[in-house]
C-alpha cells in the first residue's frame, strides 16, 4: 500500500516529467514548421501524455477540487483517434481530415473529449458495413467564440423516427453482442457539461452526420505590453526551467531563473521582477515556505504557483498566491495566467 505523501510524491515527479514533456511539443511547434510527417507524431505524444497525466490524477492523487479543467488542442485528439482507427480499419475505410490550423482551444478533461470522440468513430466504422468514407473537420465559428467539430460517414443510417432517442441511455439498435464505446448518452452528457450542443442530421442508408459546437477558450496572445515585464521562475527541474524560460522569452518577457527557492529569494533582493512562477516543491527552500517568507519581507508581487499534486485544505488557506496552476500545464494555459495577471 502506497502511503498518502508517497502518493503524492510520485504524482508531483511524475507531473514534472509530463509538463516538461508538453513544454517541449509547445516549442517544437514553434520552431520546427508542422509537416504531414512530423505534426501527427507531436499529436500522439501530446495526448498520451494528457491521458496519463489524468490517470495519475485519479489514481495516485485523487483528492482534486472541481473537474480539474484544462485548455485542449482538439486537433491534436482528433488526429490521434484517427491515427489509431485508421490503421486498424486501413482495407475498409478511407479517413479524412480537414483540421483549421488556428484553431481555438476548449476547455475540460482531455480523456472526456477522448473518449467523445472514439465513441462518435466507432460507431460511424460500425454503421460501414463494407467499403466507406468518414469525413471529420473542425472549424471556429462565431468569430472565434466557438469551436465546431464535425463527423461525418458514408454508412447506413439513423433512421428518422430513432434519431430523436439516440441520445437515450437505454436507447440501442445494435445487437449485445460486445461493447461499444460509452454509448450517445454518455457523449451529450459530456458536451452538455461543457456547456457545448450535439446536433445529428441523417437518412436510413445515407449516412449520418454529428456536429458538436464548444465554447473556445480565451486566447492567449502576445502584446506589446509584455517588451520589458520581467518574470522570475523558481522551477528545481532544470530541463523545465529553461523550457519556460524559452518560452516565454519567445513572448518578448525577460526571465530571471532560479533553482529553488532560496535562490529566488537571494535575486529579490537585488530585483523586482513583475511576476512570479514558482514551483511547490522545491530543495533549500519550497514553495509554500518561500512565498511565507516574501510576505514577511512585504515584497508584492504577483505569484503563480505550480503545484504537481494537489494541495491540503490546510496549505491552500495559507498559499499567497494570485493563482494556482495544476501540473501537468501546456504553455497556453500558463501564458493565459501571465497575461491575465501582467499583460
Known sequence: MISDSSSKHLAHDLNNIFTRILNSIDLLRRKVPAS????????????????????????????????????INLNSIISD????????????????????????????????????????????????????TISLSTRNADNGAYVQFLIRDSGSGIAQENISQIFDESFSTKEKKHA?????????????????????????????????????????????????????????????????????????????????????????KLRRPDLLIVDRKMPALDGL?????????????????AAGSPLETSEKEKVKAERIINKPYNFEELLSLVHELIG
Not at 485508421?86 to 475540460?108: E, M, N, V
Not at 515585464?229 to 518560452?247: F, H, N, Q, S
Not at 515556505?289 to 504557483?305: G, H, R, S
Open 289 to 305: 515556505d518561500f512565498l511565507e517568507e516574501m510576505a514577511e519581507l512585504n515584497y508584492k508581487v504577483p505569484v503563480i504557483l
Open 36 to 71: 504531414q510527417e512530423v505534426l501527427p507524431l507531436l499529436n500522439s505524444i501530446e495526448a498520451g501524455t494528457y491521458l496519463a497525466s489524468e490517470m495519475v490524477g485519479e489514481n495516485l492523487a485523487s483528492k482534486t477540487d472541481g473537474k480539474n479543467s484544462r485548455r
Open 180 to 268: 461499444s464505446g460509452i454509448g450517445l448518452s454518455s457523449v451529450k452528457k459530456i458536451i452538455d457539461d461543457n456547456e457545448g450542443t450535439v446536433l445529428v442530421s441523417s437518412k436510413a442508408g445515407k449516412g449520418a452526420e454529428f456536429k458538436i459546437i464548444l465554447p473556445a477558450a480565451p486566447p492567449a496572445e502576445a502584446n506589446s505590453l509584455s517588451r520589458g515585464k520581467t518574470i522570475l521562475i523558481a522551477e528545481d527541474e532544470d530541463v523545465l526551467r529553461e523550457l519556460l524560460a524559452e518560452l516565454l522569452e519567445s513572448y518578448n518577457y525577460s526571465v530571471l531563473p532560479a533553482s529553488n527557492g532560496r535562490e529566488a529569494l537571494d535575486i529579490m
Open 81 to 132: 483517434a484517427v491515427r489509431s482507427f485508421s490503421i486498424q480499419h486501413k482495407d475498409k475505410i478511407d479517413f479524412k481530415l480537414d483540421l483549421a490550423s488556428d484553431l481555438k482551444f476548449i476547455l475540460g478533461k482531455y480523456s472526456d473529449y477522448y473518449r467523445v470522440i472514439l465513441n462518435l468513430l466507432a460507431n460511424s466504422v460500425e454503421s460501414i458495413s463494407d467499403t466507406g
